[in-house]
C-alpha cells in the first residue's frame, strides 16, 4: 500500500525505480533491467558478431523474441503457401537470424510462421506486452508498446548486444511530460491524427529527452490498437518513449493471450497492474494539454512527421516564415513534394496508397479502411496496397472478409511485414510519385529514393485511393469514426 | 575503439536542419550482416545524382572535403529511427565528431558506442560553423571546448561517454562488470514472483 507522506510518482517513476539494478551517479548511468527483448533481422546479426567475438552468450534467451518483419517480401504466397525470397541479401539477414535463434535458443517467429509479423504488432498480439514492463528492440517503434503502460524504446546494435549479453541497458533517467488530451476525438477523427498534431504541436524534437504519458479523456477512450498508433510515433517528436497507464481497457486486451497470466496469476497481476498509474499532482517536467474536439482528419505535406496539416487546409506558404533555417527547411519540403505555397490538400492527386505498419496495420486500422473501400473502387491509376501488421492481422481480416473488401476494390493483399513503410524489401514508391501512407515516416526517400510520402490514418488513405486525390474520409463514411473504441 | 582527445581537422558543413537517419545512410543499404563498408553509401540520397555519379553540388563531394574528420550540420542532427549504421557509415567516411546546436537520442548514444564524439555548442556558435565551411575546427575532448575562427564554444557531454571515449573503451565491459549485480537483482525478482 502507498504511505500517504510517499511522494507523488509518475507511472514512469513507478517503472523505472523497479527496473533499477543499480542507480545512476554522476559518473555512471544506471544499470536498468530489462524484461523483454525484441529481435529482428536488420538490427540484430552485428550483436550477435559482438557476443561471438568475445566469447559470450545470450545470458536471457527465455526473455528474448524474435521475428522477421523488414525485409520480408510481402507478395501474395503461392498455391502451396510458400513465400519466395528473391533478393539475396534479404536471404542471408534472415538465415543468419535463423541461425543466431537456432545458436542461443531464442524463440523465432520466421517468416510464413504462424505469428509472424511486424516486430511491435506480435508482441501485443501475444501478450508478450504487458505493463510495468521494460521492453526495448532495435527498432525506433518500440515505443508502441509503451501503450500498455510499459517502458518501451529503441536501441542501437550495440546496445541489443549489451541486453543480448547482460539482460541490461546503461541509461540516464529521462525526463517526463504530460501529454494531456481534453475532449473526444470528432466523427473520422483518429488516432493517428492526434498524433500528427502532437507532434506539429511539440516539434519533431520538442520530446527529446523525455517520456511521453498521454493522459486525459480522449486517451481514455481510445482502444488499445489506437493507443498503440499514438504511442508509436512518440518517437517522431524526438521522445524516448510514450506511456498510457493500463486501464480496463488493457486488461481486456490482454486476458486470454497467449502469453498473459492464467487464473491466481492473472488476478495477481491485475493487482500489480492497477496500482501503475502517474498519483495525482506527480511532477512532470512539461506539460501540454491538447483539446481533441478541434481536431480533424490530418495529413503530412512536407518531409518530417511534425510538418502536417488538416486535410481540409492549405499548403504553408514560406514567406510567412519569419525564422530564415525554419523557412529554407519549408522551401525544401515543399520543393521535394511538388507542392505549391498555398495550394489546397485535398485534391493534390496521388499514385500509390500503403495501408499497414507497426503504426495502422492492425485488425482496426484494416476495418477502418475497409469501411471506406467497401463498395467502392480504387481509382484508376492508382496503386493500393494493402499489408496486415502480422499473419495473425491477416487470418483475422480474412475471417471478417475484409481482404475481399480490399480486392473488389482493386487494391494489392500482400503477405505481413514492414513492407512500403521502409521499403527494404522491395515495397517502394517510385522515384517522384506520390504516395498516402498510413506509416510513420514522410522524410525524403524514406519510401523509395524520390518517393514523396503524405502520412495519414487508414481512413484518410483509403478516402485518397478512392479519390485519387488527398480527400477528407468524411465525405465517404457517415456517421462517427469507424476505428473500434 | 580508438581513444579520442583532442582531434583538429576542416569541417564539412551540412547546414540543414533536422538530418534524419534515412538520410544519413537510406534503409536500401541496411541489408548487410556486418558493419564495415558503409561509408560510400553515407547520405547516399543527397551524395549521389540520379545516374550514380557524385553530386556536384553536395558538399562531401567537394574536394575540400577529403580527408575531412568534422562534420558540421543543423540542429537535430540524427532525428529518427535507431539504425547504428547511422555513426557507422559516418565513421566509415572517416568522421569522429558530429557538432550540431542538438542531436537526437538514439542517435548521441548509438556515436558514442562507435568513437563519434556528439557535440552539442550554444547557438551562436552553431551559426558561425554552419556560415564557415572547410575551415579547421579543433574538437578537444578533455576541456570539452570547440575552437575554430570566431569560435571558442564550451560543450557539455555525459561524464561516463566522455570517459569511454577519452579511454577508447567500450561500454559493454562496464556492463559486465556489474554482472554479480544483475544476478542479484534477477533472484530478488524471482523471489518475488513466486
Partial sequence: MEQSETPARTLFDRIWASHLVWPETADAPAVLFVDVHLVHEVTSPQAFSALRERGLRVRRPDLTLATMDHSTPTTPAGAAGEIVVTDPECRVQLDTLEQNCRDARIELHPLGAEHQGIVHVIGPELGVTQPGRTIVCGDSHTSTHGAFGALAFGIGTSEVAHVLATQCLLQRRPKTMEVRVTGRLGPCVTAKDLILEIISRLGISGGTGHVLEYSGEAVRALSMEARMTLCNMSIEAGARAGLVAPDDTTFEYLHGRPRAPRGPAWEAALGRWRSLRSDPGAPFEATVEIDASRLEPTVTFGTHPGMSAPVTGRVPDPEREQEPVARRALESALRYMGLRPGQPLQGHPIDVVFIGSCTNGRLSDLRAAASVLRGRRVAPRVRALVVPGSREVKRAAEAEGLHRVFLEAGAEWREPGCSMCIGMNGDQVPPGRSAVSTSNRNFEGRQGPGARTFLASPLTAAAAAVAGALADPRRLVDGPAQERR | ?194
Avoid at chain 2, 540543414?16 to 541489408?31: C, E, V
Avoid at chain 2, 560543450?155 to 566522455?162: K, L, Q, W
Avoid at chain 2, 556492463?175 to 525478482?189: C, D, H, K, V
Wanted: charged letters at 25%; glycine letters at 8%; a neutral charge.
Fill in chain 2, 1 to 194: 575503439m580508438e581513444p579520442f582527445r583532442t582531434l583538429t581537422s576542416r569541417a564539412v558543413v551540412l547546414p540543414r536542419r533536422d538530418i534524419d537517419t534515412d538520410q544519413i545512410i537510406p534503409a536500401r543499404f541496411l541489408k548487410g550482416t556486418t558493419r564495415v563498408g558503409l561509408g560510400r553509401w553515407l547520405f547516399a540520397g543527397w551524395r549521389y545524382d540520379g545516374t550514380g555519379a557524385p553530386a556536384s553540388d553536395f558538399p562531401l563531394n567537394d574536394p575540400l572535403a577529403r580527408g575531412a574528420r568534422i562534420l558540421v550540420a543543423g540542429a537535430n542532427f540524427g532525428c529518427g529511427s535507431s539504425r547504428e549504421h547511422a555513426p557507422w557509415a559516418l565513421v566509415d567516411q572517416g568522421f569522429r565528431a558530429v557538432i550540431s546546436a542538438s542531436i537526437a537520442d538514439i542517435f548521441r548514444n548509438n556515436a558514442v558506442k562507435n568513437g563519434l564524439v556528439p557535440v552539442v555548442v550554444d547557438e551562436e556558435a552553431h551559426r558561425t560553423l554552419l556560415e564557415s565551411p572547410f575551415v579547421e575546427v579543433t574538437v578537444d575532448l578533455e576541456a570539452q571546448e570547440v575552437r575554430a575562427p570566431g569560435v571558442q564554444a564550451r560543450f557539455a557531454i555525459d561524464p561516463f561517454a566522455r570517459r569511454c571515449l577519452l579511454d577508447g573503451t567500450d561500454q559493454l565491459g562496464f556492463l559486465l562488470a556489474q554482472l554479480p549485480a544483475i544476478t542479484a537483482y534477477e533472484q530478488s525478482r524471482r523471489r518475488e514472483e513466486t
